[in-house]
């Protein structure tokens, strides 16, 4: 008769001194074969156990989705380091988080218990302890068309990784070279962008005068190949790559796009779903491609038009305009302590016109937990 399996898989916080010979705590996802229909005496020990991932720190690259605030330090109108962004964040401080409180860099970290939030690379206050966790390189206007970077004048990807490169050589010289290593190679990176590529660049400033669709997706898919491969040669091994939403529901697109009644854009839904196939295809050929790589394509469309089509299942009320202001096109400077919010931002699916509540935010996060996480392994 032949035997079942399936796997038991479940998370530890250990003290890595006793596990990893590392001072910092960790957290460990193991994963224990069980054979079914055998008697408990017989269920694999620990010592047997066959698979784990160690979960040191988590880095983010890309746009304002996983932005913690590195605008703040740059000349650039995309902004959000004032009220009322911020406004459920630790007190109600505007930190640069495109949102009204914690987006999905600092969900995740606390989810994992990594620690409370995950902060921004240039920020002022960084302390060396954060290095050893995590920190985001995302710049809120960002893309992986060089152009969406140009336009909004946004931190590039490519310099993006030049300040990754930097923090490397910081790292080194905290902890030394082996435990940098180390830790690099067990850590989560998490690449955000696309939307304002098509949002912005393609659909609104005119980009598709120089390309059709099918080519400018091409164009997205050949620089985020070079991005993580670069990311991959630089140490990153476990690589989460974020699909792009329905951009034509968001509440900036549907006035921008979507005609009197402000409907979802079909036409820009369907370039993102255009993209997020091509990403998908070429992500699943490089993980193959890159030895020792966990490169997991993170399919975010489906579950973000879902709380569109059924806001009542997640417990929203208005999913067709932000918090901020009329909703239907503030975001960034337009949504300022003049424009007033809703009375109730956790009814709300957006906070301004282009970015997520705090409770939008955390929907995603735990679905993307869920589904995804395992991957990784």
């Not at 066959?50 to 890309?62: S, Y």
């Not at 050949?222 to 968001?250: D, H, M, S, V």
């Not at 955390?362 to 995804?372: A, P």
Request: glycine share 8%.
């Amino acid at each position: 008769m032949a035997q079942r399996f399936r796997l038991r898989i479940f998370m530890l916080e250990v003290s890595s001194s006793k596990l990893l010979a590392s001072k910092n705590k960790g957290f460990v996802f193991w994963v224990e074969l069980i054979i079914l229909g055998l008697p408990s005496a017989h269920y694999l020990s620990e010592s047997a156990i066959i698979k784990k991932i160690v979960v040191k720190a988590i880095f983010a690259f890309g746009d304002s989705i996983v932005d913690q605030g590195n605008n703040n330090y740059i000349s650039t109108m995309a902004k959000s380091n004032f009220l009322p962004y911020g406004k459920d964040f630790n007190g109600g401080i505007p930190t640069g988080r495109f949102s009204n409180g914690k987006t999905p860099p600092d969900l995740l970290v606390e989810e994992l218990r990594i620690k409370e939030i995950l902060p921004a690379y240039l920020d002022s206050n960084l302390k060396s302890g954060d290095f050893k966790t995590g920190v985001s390189f995302a710049s809120g206007g960002c893309g992986f068309d060089p152009l969406t970077s140009i336009i909004t004048s946004a931190l590039s990807l490519s310099t993006q990784l030049n300040q990754f490169r930097e923090y490397i050589g910081k790292l080194e010289r905290l902890v030394g070279e082996e435990e940098a290593t180390y830790i690099l190679k067990n850590s989560l990176f998490l690449v955000v962008a696309g939307s304002d590529d098509l949002a912005n660049t393609y659909f609104t400033l005119g980009g598709r005068l120089k390309h059709d669709i099918n080519s400018y997706t091409d164009l997205m898919v050949a620089k985020a190949t070079e991005f993580l491969q670069e990311l991959y040669n630089l140490g990153a091994r476990k690589i989460g790559i974020f699909g792009i939403p329905p951009i034509g529901c968001l509440p900036s697109q549907r006035t921008l796009a979507g005609g009197l009644h402000r409907v979802c854009s079909e036409e820009y839904n369907e370039a993102a779903q255009m993209a997020n196939t091509k990403f998908s295809t070429e992500i699943d050929s490089l993980s193959k491609k890159l030895v020792q790589s966990k490169l997991v394509f993170i399919d975010i469309y489906n579950t973000f038009l879902d709380l569109i089509v059924n806001p009542k299942k997640y417990g929203f009320e208005e999913v067709e305009k932000g918090c901020c202001g009329t909703g239907t096109i503030e975001a960034i400077i337009l949504c300022n302590e003049f424009s007033g919010i809703c009375e109730d931002d956790t009814k709300y699916l957006f906070w301004d016109s282009y970015h997520p509540t705090e409770k939008g935010y955390k929907i995603l996060v735990d679905e993307i937990l869920k589904k995804y996480i395992n991957n990784f392994l």
